[in-house]
């Protein structure tokens, strides 16, 4: 045999065991298709990069990390969250001090600002003021599989007051924001952060009633590597418009992304990304005691989208009257005003086509409260719960668990796990009837102390959505912020491959 063939065998088995990425077996001996479904490995490695909590002196921001036991993960393991560099764009952003790490000068700090321990048990860390910087963090071994951490920050007055909170996002290419504000009440942001060592270029694209709107931004933003980039959209444009759908799309790179919608008027909370465009979508709960829900789309494509409004409630599907339908335009953003559609129930909303499937993406702007005491969070269509989601900061008497099944009735398992301070875990099994919502007592940790993560698993039946509303301490205020619960990838399917030398020596 060729040194060149020895070469190339060996490059490949050592391609297959740094990797894990595929399990070589012996075809059998009378050459049948032995072909078996892809196997669910745990993940080894995970990023996420948290945006910068608030420009408010008076911001106080907690930070939860956890990584739920997976079996099959490696023993060993490790994660970090560490701060990154400020850009220009975000202005005289000079590091802020936190719980466990301080970066200044715009440098990054290489001290974590929070040191997860075993998987299992969340670590928390905290930070105060307006300088707090954008973070960064990576997960490898036991630490990785369904790594989450939950940014959640509490503004005394001005704007953007009450609760804000936001799972850490993993980076990608492209996100969608649909129910984003130019208006001149509103002061939103889009947050830009690159975990890696490479630029990234971006570009935003902002959507109006009537179409895309002419921006300022004409070569796309850069952001720097391990740096984050905070744009105020209204700036971006001239257009005022109270709903605009935020497209970000990468050219090279990949980035973490999100908006920071603030109000004076209802306070504010963080826009995450929505689910793909997709036929049918689910924004999974609403609170029950929700006195204005907005709902916003948009269409990307070159058709317009006609989409049912449904409303699941804890005992089934309700059309609201007057909002029966919705027509999405092509390439326009739409909101209509659904009012108190929940009417004192839980509740989830459903959209599906009345005729062809056109992809769509959505959300909704809920207010708690009355008057000076509103309040305003955003709750996008998301992705089912699946396999696993997780949600890390969760706070004894102020979370609430709201599950939907849009179609056929599903069983979960919903685990407790200790908390930061002390405690033992806790599991219960709900059985969500098909074409409702039901807010669900949360399982507590026994003898808690300090906060704790839920995680939720489909045990079986159709899918489940799922979102985790968790409100201020102060019952004269309606600050509240609520996080979809999608499936937290921590397994990925590995196909099975067999070993064919022969494609060696061709």
């Not at 269409?299 to 449904?310: C, E, N, Q, S």
Request: aromatic share 4%; with cysteine.
């Amino acid at each position: 045999m060729k040194r060149t063939t020895l070469s190339l065998i060996a490059g490949t088995a050592a391609l297959a065991a740094v990797t894990g990425f595929a399990a070589v077996s012996t075809p059998d001996a009378t050459g049948a298709d032995t072909a078996e479904p892809a196997a669910r490995l745990p993940v080894e490695r995970t990023t996420l990069s948290c945006p910068a909590p608030s420009t408010s002196d008076l911001a106080e921001t907690a930070y939860t990390s956890f990584t739920p036991v997976t079996k099959g993960a490696d023993e060993k393991g490790e994660a970090a969250l560490t701060t990154a560099a400020a850009g220009a764009v975000s202005g005289d952003a000079e590091g802020g001090e936190a719980e466990g790490g301080e970066a200044e000068g715009g440098e990054k700090s290489e001290k974590p600002v929070v040191q997860p321990g075993a998987p299992g048990v969340p670590v928390a860390g905290k930070a105060s003021g307006a300088e707090t910087p954008a973070l960064i963090g990576t997960a490898t071994g036991s630490h990785a599989p369904g790594w989450t951490v939950q940014q959640t920050t509490e503004v005394a007055a001005g704007t953007g007051r009450g609760l804000q909170g936001v799972n850490c996002a993993a980076p990608d290419t492209e996100f969608w924001f649909p129910g984003a504000a130019t208006a001149a009440d509103r002061t939103d942001y889009v947050h830009l952060t690159n975990p890696d060592d490479s630029a990234a270029v971006v570009d935003i694209e902002l959507y109006g009633k009537d179409g895309a709107l002419k921006t300022t931004v004409a070569d796309g933003v850069t952001v720097a590597p391990h740096a984050s980039e905070a744009l105020l959209l209204s700036t971006l444009t001239e257009v005022k418009e109270p709903d605009v759908t935020v497209h970000v799309t990468v050219r090279s790179g990949r980035v973490g992304a999100a908006v920071q919608a603030l109000s004076d008027r209802t306070g504010g909370d963080w826009l995450t990304a929505a689910a793909d465009p997709a036929g049918e979508l689910v924004l999974p709960g609403i609170p029950d005691d929700a006195t204005a829900v907005r709902l916003v789309l948009f269409t990307p494509g070159g058709t317009d989208a006609d989409l049912k409004v449904r409303l699941a409630s804890p005992t089934g599907p309700i059309t609201p009257a007057g909002n029966e339908t919705v027509h999405v335009k092509s390439g326009m953003t739409t909101g209509i005003d659904l009012g108190e559609v929940t009417r004192g129930e839980a509740g989830s909303l459903m959209l599906t086509p009345t005729g062809r499937s056109v992809p769509v993406v959505a959300a909704v702007r809920v207010v708690r409260g009355e008057g000076a005491e509103q309040e305003s969070a955003f709750i996008p269509a998301a992705h089912p719960v699946g396999a696993r989601a997780t949600s890390a900061d969760n706070r004894a008497k102020s979370t609430t668990l709201s599950l939907t099944a849009p179609g056929r009735a599903a069983k979960v398992k919903v685990t407790a796990s200790a908390g930061t301070e002390g405690g033992t875990t806790a599991t219960r099994t709900y059985t969500i009837k098909g074409g409702t919502t039901q807010d669900v007592e949360a399982p507590v940790p026994a003898g808690l102390e300090g906060t704790y993560a839920l995680t939720v698993e489909t045990v079986s039946g159709g899918p489940v959505y799922g979102s985790r509303t968790l409100t201020g301490q102060d019952d004269d205020v309606a600050s509240f912020t609520v996080q979809a619960l999608p499936d937290d990838r921590g397994t990925v399917a590995v196909p099975n491959a067999n070993e064919d030398l022969a494609v060696l020596q061709r």
